[in-house]
């Protein structure tokens, strides 16, 4: 199975902040990857697939990059609605495995 | 609206079965692949189970082959999930996903249902 880890586990920014999550697959995925994003008691937000793209109603102040093995998910200029839990995951062997998460926490 | 509303969840017993249902509406479920996550609490999420559109390709996690079965009736736009030989690591909830593909023929999972709490109690 392809093992994906996420860095930091915990982040704490306050709002304006650039942060940038990254995403390590234990093997190459392509562009096989994308980001979501979940608050408390929700289901999972689509923000980001084929590793760039950004899905559409997501705010542009979001960006994903990376390809084969090491991405990158960023938020430029962070807002209160942000502070969230992050996933990455990958769909390009099943079972399609996601990340441990990411939690960005205000500061 | 598009949207898919699981239900299903309860309490049950470890070793006892459970089935779960995940029902589409505003769009056609025959023509997408549907998957399940699942969630512990407190936890990550964790992929269990996903079917092709027309129900010929079923693919499990490993923490779940042999117990769980994933089966859809597109008549019904319903895709259901069972679970069987239930135990205590079971316990989460369960989300239904929709496999939908982008631009670069890139696929993710764009419509989510609330959730579903299947609770085990030994």
């Known amino acids: 199975d392809i093992q994906l880890t996420q860095s930091p586990s915990f982040l704490s920014a306050s709002v304006g902040d650039r942060v940038t999550i990254t995403c390590r697959a234990s093997?190459?995925?392509?562009?096989?990857l994308a980001w979501y994003q979940q608050k408390p008691g929700k289901a999972p937000r689509l923000l980001i697939y084929?590793?760039?793209t950004l899905q559409g109603g997501v705010p542009s102040r979001f960006s994903g990059s990376g390809s084969g093995t090491e991405f990158a998910l960023t938020i430029t200029s962070l807002q209160p609605e942000d502070f969230a839990t992050y996933y990455c995951?990958?769909?390009?062997?099943?079972?399609?495995?996601f990340g441990p998460g990411t939690k960005v926490d205000i500061k | 609206q598009v949207q898919l509303v699981e239900s299903g969840g309860g309490v049950v017993q470890s070793g006892r079965s459970l089935r779960l249902s995940c029902a589409a509406s505003g769009f056609t479920i025959r023509n997408y692949g549907i998957h399940w996550v699942r969630q512990a609490p407190g936890k990550g999420l964790e992929w269990v189970a996903g079917i092709s559109n027309d129900g010929s390709n079923k693919d499990y996690a490993d923490s779940v082959t042999g117990r769980f079965t994933i089966s859809r009736d597109n008549s019904k736009n319903t895709v259901y999930l069972q679970l069987d030989s239930l135990r205590d690591d079971d316990t989460a909830a369960f989300y239904c996903a929709r496999d939908w593909f982008g631009s670069g023929n890139f696929d993710a999972f764009d419509v989510w249902g609330q959730g579903t709490l299947v609770t085990v109690s030994s």
């Open positions: 995951q990958q769909l390009d062997t099943y079972p399609y495995t």
């Open positions: 084929g590793a760039s």
């Open positions: 093997q190459d995925i392509s562009s096989y």
